[in-house]
């Protein structure tokens, strides 16, 4: 026990194996559950002169080395209804709500706006910090508000969407703010009716095929596709999507193009086209690959695995490797997705 003061059972290097979803055995030297607002206010009071991490589901983190510092688990509870019209619902969910099972409530319930959102693992907490994304749809279609707290002086405050600055795999949390504020509850805009149903992505359209399009066939079209692409966190250790989407200019992607016509690619502004990584790192024939225990996933390149034993170093490894083969055939400087402590 570390603060006899507040009674808080504060555990000493404690394993991460469990909370983090690559699998991997790193340590923490300090390790807390958070269950309340009010605990969440004390433990960082009492701890200010330690470096604080904070984790949710492990679903987006790589640990390269033993943790210094006290890491935090946010395990707040709670999904409430919080406003309500003919049209739509805010619905107020707590940091450590899992997301499917959140997303699983809003479509039994018949609210619409994450069905697309289904099977991302991880916390609802995480959720903002990257813009959690498929399919078409991002968190911030949906985003109302988060509330936070400061981590060094404990004070809420809560961000409207715009302030939360979300990009691509990105907001503020994430760039100016990265690790000032803990994210404890969001607020999302859903549909009780009138469903903005987003079936854009070619391979959730043919998933549903001849089915009525509804909250509920988009989600199970969604379940599938990601099943048979991304591997089961539970059975092998990974975080999803290691690498972003490149973002390139038009004119480096007709030079791309020209050299490698079958190059998949979109565009997504005036002079912007997002490349498949995926397709970049099968092009350079690391899809099924493995060096040690660390593999790319045979179903798709842009996920790295844990075979079995590996270290996050050994994962790193992998990663620097693909991403200056990547540099050297392409001039695209891949950029990790995952946060890499
Ligand atoms: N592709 C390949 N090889 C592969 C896989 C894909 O060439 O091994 C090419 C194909 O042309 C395919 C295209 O890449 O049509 C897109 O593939 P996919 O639909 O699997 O999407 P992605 O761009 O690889 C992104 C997200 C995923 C998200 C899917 C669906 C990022 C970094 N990743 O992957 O998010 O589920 O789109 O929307 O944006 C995650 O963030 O962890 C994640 C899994």
Same mark, same amino acid.
């Given at each position: ?12 290097? %404690?394993?991460?194996? !469990? ?24 433990? #960082? ?21 033993? &943790?210094? @510092? ?6 707040? =509870? ?18 450590? $709500? ?10 039994? !319930?018949?609210?619409?706006?994450? $069905? ?5 693992? @991880? ?6 910090? /990257?813009?959690?994304?498929? %399919? ?10 988060? $509330?936070?707290?400061?981590? !060094?002086?404990?004070? +809420?405050? +809560? ?14 949390? =994430? ?17 009780? =009716? ?6 854009? %992505? ?6 549903? @095929?001849?089915?009525?399009?509804? #909250? ?33 200019? +038009? ?20 002079? /912007? ?6 397709? &970049? ?16 996933? !045979? ?18 490894? &992998? ?5 200056? +083969? ?8 891949? /950029?990790? $997705?995952?946060?890499?402590?």
């Amino acid at each position: 026990m570390l603060n006899r003061g507040s009674g808080l059972e504060i555990k000493n290097n %404690y394993s991460l194996e !469990k909370l983090n979803t690559f699998g991997l055995d790193v340590a923490s030297e300090f390790f807390y559950i958070v269950k309340s607002l009010r605990e969440l206010k004390i433990v #960082l009071r009492e701890n200010k002169t330690k470096k604080i991490t904070i984790i949710g589901g492990g679903s987006n983190i790589l640990f390269t080395k033993f &943790l210094d @510092g006290l890491c935090l688990k946010i395990d707040l =509870k709670g999904i409430d209804v919080v406003e309500e019209n003919k049209n739509n619902v805010v619905v107020k969910v707590m940091a450590g $709500e899992n997301w499917h099972d959140f997303v699983k409530w809003s479509v039994n !319930k018949g609210f619409g706006g994450v $069905e697309n959102l289904s099977l991302i693992p @991880g916390l609802v907490g995480a959720a903002p910090i /990257q813009n959690i994304g498929a %399919y078409g749809v991002e968190l911030k279609d949906v985003f109302v508000s988060c $509330e936070t707290v400061n981590i !060094k002086d404990q004070t +809420e405050k +809560e961000f409207d969407e715009k302030r939360c600055l979300f990009g691509y795999r990105t907001s503020r949390f =994430k760039t100016i703010d990265k690790n000032i504020y803990v994210i404890i509850s969001i607020k999302l805009r859903l549909t009780k =009716k009138k469903h903005k149903y987003n079936i854009s %992505y070619g391979s959730v359209k043919e998933e549903i @095929g001849n089915r009525k399009i509804n #909250l509920k066939s988009i989600s199970k079209a969604v379940i599938k596709i990601r099943k048979s692409k991304l591997p089961d966190t539970n059975f092998i250790g990974n975080c999803g999507s290691f690498f972003k989407n490149p973002v390139i200019n +038009e004119k480096k992607y007709f030079e791309l193009k020209n050299m490698y016509p079958s190059i998949s690619a979109f565009k997504v502004e005036k002079n /912007q086209y997002k490349v498949s990584a995926a397709w &970049l790192i099968e092009y350079l024939k690391y899809k099924g690959k493995s060096i040690g225990n660390v593999g790319v996933y !045979k179903n798709q390149a842009l996920v790295l695995v844990n075979l079995g034993g590996a270290t996050g170093k050994e994962v790193l490894y &992998l990663a620097d490797k693909i991403t200056s +083969e990547v540099y050297s055939t392409f001039q695209i400087s891949l /950029q990790p $997705e995952v946060e890499i402590l």
